[in-house]
């Protein structure tokens, strides 16, 4: 969307409650970090401006809730969305085969008028935890996940450590962009 000479991209997180979309969100946007859970309710956005190719871009962030009772989000809200960022536990096996569920859900609340080419990011969270024993799901198995959906961009993140967080919004960012 265009508003005057900068460029609004309405970006909307997804996942499972608990695999950190608001952490990765206070990460990039405040650097900060709590280690006490705080279930998101309803959806709420929080803006972020960054330089691309000199062009300002104001990234809005939307936070939705992971928790099934917390869901109050209409098809409005999805409406006009200009990336999806998924979301995932690379420590709960769980979380990973929700991501369907997610996609389509996405998918059909938003009805994007060129659904294969809709740029969704996949975040696999939570990789600081893996001392090798807790991760559930490897990065290969990831990959072929984004394979199959039309070659979605993948990083392994953590919210915690703030590892590869700018990288992955840089690109949620750039492939938005790459869509209007
Ligand atoms: P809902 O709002 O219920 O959908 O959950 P959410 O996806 O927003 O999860 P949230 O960001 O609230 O994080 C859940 C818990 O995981 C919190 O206790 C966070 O501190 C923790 N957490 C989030 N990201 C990371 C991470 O990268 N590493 C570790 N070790 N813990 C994390
Ligand atoms: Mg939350």
New binding site residues.
């Given amino acids: 969307m265009l508003m005057s000479d900068r460029m609004l991209l309405k970006v909307i997180v997804l996942?499972?409650?608990?695999?950190?979309?608001?952490?990765?969100m206070?990460q990039y946007v405040y650097n900060k970090?709590?280690?006490?859970?705080?279930?998101?309710i309803g959806a709420d956005f929080v803006t972020k401006e960054l330089h691309i190719d000199e062009k300002l871009v104001t990234l809005q962030i939307w936070?939705?809730?992971?928790?099934e009772r917390?869901h109050s989000l209409g098809v409005a809200f999805y409406r006009g969305a200009d990336c999806c960022i998924l979301?995932y536990d690379v420590n709960i096996q769980k979380t990973f085969e929700t991501l369907q569920t997610w996609h389509q859900e996405f998918l059909k609340q938003a009805d994007p008028s060129e659904p294969e080419s809709f740029p969704f990011v996949l975040l696999g969270?939570?990789?600081?935890?893996d001392g090798g024993s807790s991760r559930a799901v490897s990065e290969k198995t990831a990959r072929e996940w984004c394979a199959l959906k039309g070659n979605i961009p993948y990083y392994e993140?953590?919210?915690?450590?703030n590892?590869n967080v700018d990288d992955a919004f840089l690109c949620v960012a750039k492939t938005a962009l790459a869509n209007e």
């Fill in positions: 996942g499972d409650s608990g695999v950190g979309k608001t952490s990765l206070n970090f709590n280690k006490q859970y705080k279930a998101t936070d939705t809730a992971g928790q917390f979301v969270n939570k990789v600081d935890t993140t953590s919210a915690k450590e590892y």
